[in-house]
């Protein structure tokens, strides 16, 4: 676990007012990191001033830059620009100072830990004058909760088994009652703030005499009221599918978990053409008896007027409803006896993907 952190740049900017007479110069504007201990308020003409950087800055010229008061009551230019040392920002906590790498003398880093973590070290670290932090960066550590207590009646069931006396920030666990009652809550944790669950009373629970499914039936089932996990199990009628879990279970609230659903299946609504369905492209007449199940797709061929060509275009069935590309035009009975060859399912199909069809409602499947 990282400490999070905010990055606190300082930023000096120096402003000197340059006091100007005749025979006199002013302290001589200085920019930020020029050593500005020494300095006067008020120098004669000729005299002569040498500037330095102070601590924890570096000058941009080696050899030290001296400066004259002129007789225009000025000072003489100078090259010396000093620029803050830098702190390198430890690796891992990049990330936090949006990618920087090193940070400027004073510069302060912030340390916090997320919640359920506590912090071990310093909660800041500063940039010192020769480029090291006056903290190292700290861990976050996890806080610890006491061990949980067991519900009277029942036990605790861990997830991953526990050593020591105490647990941490994030383990949980599961309540679990003598049979047949059943816990008013099953999970539990340590928190954030160092708490743990407070055990939950074991209590006898019912669930109603479970009921049936439309298209389906209960394939295993007491017709009696239930207890605390107890199971009843549901299947579809034939060419139905199910959806959901074919198994309820009798809950700690006294409801069942919810029962699956049944999903019909739908006849391909065609009286003449060539579906590509089940891996086979094949003519109407010969899909026996006409029907696909939910969730299962079937292609239609269109025609590319303009290429001349034929695209496919699928269809998926959705309990009960299998819709029929607007771009799919039936032949009539002459034309399907007479010139089936011609049809957009037997001529060439087109190369690239067809034309966009704006009376295409489905997406197109090669
Ligand atoms: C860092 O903490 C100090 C003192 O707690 C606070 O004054 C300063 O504003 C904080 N800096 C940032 C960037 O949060
Ligand atoms: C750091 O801890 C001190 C007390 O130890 C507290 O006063 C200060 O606000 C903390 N600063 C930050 C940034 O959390
Ligand atoms: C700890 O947090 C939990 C949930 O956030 C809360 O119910 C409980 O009262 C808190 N306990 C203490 C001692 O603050
Ligand atoms: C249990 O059923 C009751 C109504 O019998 C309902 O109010 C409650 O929300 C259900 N609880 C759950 C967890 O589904
Ligand atoms: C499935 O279709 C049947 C009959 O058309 C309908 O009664 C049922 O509500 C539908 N199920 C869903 C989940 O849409």
Same mark, same amino acid.
């Given at each position: ?61 080696? $050899? ?14 100078? $090259? =010396? ?11 891992? =906590? ?6 920087? /790498?090193?940070?400027?003398? +004073? ?20 940039? =010192?004058?020769? @480029? /090291?932090?006056?903290?190292? %960066?700290?861990?976050?550590? %996890? ?7 067991? #519900? +009277?009646? @029942? ?52 669930? &109603?005499? #479970? ?25 579809? $009628? ?21 029962? #699956?659903?049944?999903? %019909? ?13 089940? *891996? ?29 060509? @034929? ?11 299998? #819709? ?15 010139? *089936? ?19 295409? &409602? /489905?997406?197109?499947? %090669?």
């Amino acid at each position: 676990m990282a400490p999070t952190l905010a990055l606190l740049l300082l930023c000096q900017v120096a402003l000197y007012t340059t006091v100007t007479s005749k025979k006199v110069c002013g302290r001589p504007s200085i920019t930020e990191g020029i050593d500005k201990a020494t300095l006067k308020r008020v120098y004669e003409v000729g005299e002569e001033v040498t500037l330095t950087c102070e601590q924890g800055y570096m000058p941009s010229v080696a $050899n030290p830059q001296r400066i004259t008061c002129t007789a225009t009551g000025e000072w003489t230019q100078s $090259n =010396l620009a000093c620029s803050p040392k830098m702190c390198p920002i430890p690796r891992p =906590l990049q990330p936090l100072a949006m990618g920087r /790498t090193e940070a400027p003398f +004073r510069s302060v880093l912030n340390f916090t830990c997320d919640d359920g973590y506590v912090i071990q070290g310093a909660n800041h670290s500063r940039c =010192l004058h020769d @480029g /090291t932090w006056s903290n190292p %960066a700290p861990l976050c550590k %996890a806080v610890n909760c006491r061990l949980p207590s067991p #519900p +009277r009646d @029942g036990r605790i069931v861990h997830n991953k088994p526990i050593t020591g006396s105490t647990t941490t920030y994030g383990q949980s666990w599961t309540y679990e009652c003598n049979p047949p009652k059943a816990p008013s809550y099953e999970r539990g944790s340590c928190m954030a703030n160092g708490s743990v669950t407070e055990p939950p009373v074991c209590r006898d629970v019912s669930c &109603p005499i #479970p009921v049936g499914i439309p298209n389906g039936i209960i394939t295993f089932a007491v017709m009696r009221q239930h207890g605390y996990k107890e199971k009843v199990k549901y299947a579809c $009628n034939e060419h139905y599918v199910l959806e959901g879990e074919a198994e309820i279970q009798c809950q700690n609230t006294g409801n069942w978990s919810s029962k #699956p659903v049944c999903r %019909a299946p739908c006849t391909v609504g065609i009286k003449r053409g060539r579906i590509f369905y089940n *891996a086979k492209k094949l003519w109407i007449a010969d899909l026996k008896p006409n029907r696909v199940l939910h969730g299962e797709h079937v292609v239609f061929y269109c025609l590319n007027r303009a290429e001349e060509c @034929g695209y496919p275009v699928a269809s998926t069935c959705n309990n009960g409803t299998l #819709p029929i590309p607007e771009c799919f035009e039936e032949p009539g009975r002459v034309e399907y006896t007479l010139k *089936a060859k011609s049809l957009p399912s037997e001529i060439t199909m087109c190369a690239a993907s067809p034309p966009a069809s704006p009376t295409s &409602p /489905t997406a197109r499947s %090669a």
